[in-house]
């Protein structure tokens, strides 16, 4: 299947400033995406060059298909009901739908109860799945999130983070904005972190969140090995056995995704 997203060399210069450093990232079909980097790193101009809302000043753009897109600071009408609202992106997007694709975003989101619920009388966990059903109408093989949980309680984050697995099942892709890095690592395929307008790492969160040792309780206490990985580990068990001790707990420690974020981005 063709990539949702390829950006390739990617550049853009405001004046002197130049926003973006020739940029390349991929986002295959149906892949959960996270894009991370302090303010001003570049990652809207990159989000809003996809959009085609800003003109890069070199290198290419290439979309699997359309798009859909949810900012972070949305405002629906207070005064439109879920489907009502729904009708008036459908007009926006020209989208064929119909009452088939209002019904059956409602359900995808879990909305489909209170679909004539006014958005004003709406918690704000309901308005941003309404507002992620709003960026899927017209089937885009892409979404483009701006920080889709920020304002989320634990419970409304964990139903959001539900349903990107089930758009990923779908096949839509998502490029995910965030600065929860702890979301990204739970949620993301992949992760890209980005910093004056490169793309300083990416890879799984497995990938950028390294070893960091192993270490072990013992009768006597916690043992730690520093440099130990997880294939030594029975290893050290054995070793520790063997010398007598009581073994109740091994731990192999991973240095954290947001270790790994605070170097490459120089926050340490
Ligand atoms: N319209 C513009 N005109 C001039 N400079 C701009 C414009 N838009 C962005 N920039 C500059 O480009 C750089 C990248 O900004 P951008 O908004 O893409 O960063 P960001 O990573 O999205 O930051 P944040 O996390 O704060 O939203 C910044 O130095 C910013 O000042």
Known sequence: MADALAVHQLRKRYGANEALKGVDLRIGAGELVGLLGPNGAGKSTLVKIACGLVRPTSGTV??????????????????????????????????????????ELLELVGLAEVADRRVGAMSKGMQQRLGIAQAMIGDPKLLLLDEPTSALDPAGRRTVRELLENLRERGVAVLLNSHL?????????????????????????????????????????????????????????????????????VRVVRSSLEDTYLEVVGGK
């Open 62 to 103: 290439r979309l699997g298909g359309a798009i859909g897109y949810l900012a972070e600071l949305f405002r629906f009408p207070d005064w439109l009901s879920a489907d009502e609202l729904l009708v008036l992106h459908q007009k926006l997007a020209r989208s064929p739908g119909g009452t088939g694709e209002r019904r």
């Open 181 to 249: 890095l702890s979301e990204v690592e739970l949620v993301c395929d992949r992760v890209a972190i980005i910093a004056r307008g490169e793309v300083v790492a990416a890879g799984s969160p497995d990938e950028l969140s390294r070893a960091g040792g192993v270490e072990v309780t013992t009768g006597r206490g916690v043992r730690s090995f520093g440099q130990a990985t997880r294939e030594e580990v029975p290893q050290i068990v054995r070793e520790l056995v063997e010398a007598g001790e009581d073994v109740y707990e």
